[in-house]
């Protein structure tokens, strides 16, 4: 099991479901983000796909808005799944 800092490290990798959990949205949909545009970096290694902490906290944080309006303003790209 791991311990707290682990979990909190910025660099820690997370597999497609464990980001999918962190983001509270289905692996399926940072999979079709990949294709489309519009999800968090992400990194491949060999034909593992990972997602730093760092940058899914940073999408999140891109993501944040006070308005439907104002939000589909800040999109980047696709994301209705």
């Known amino acids: ?36 545009g519009g999800g968090p970096r992400f990194c491949k290694i060999g034909r593992a796909v990972r997602y ?6 940073a999408f999140a944080g891109a993501n944040i808005a006070r308005t439907t309006t104002e939000a589909d303003a800040n999109r980047e790209g696709p994301v209705d799944v």
């Open 1 to 36: 099991m791991m311990n707290l800092v682990e979990q909190l490290d910025p660099d820690r990798l997370m597999n497609e479901q464990e980001a999918g959990d962190f983001l509270g949205i289905s692996f399926r949909t940072l999979q079709a983000w990949r294709v489309r």
């Open 52 to 57: 730093r902490r760092a940058d899914l906290v």
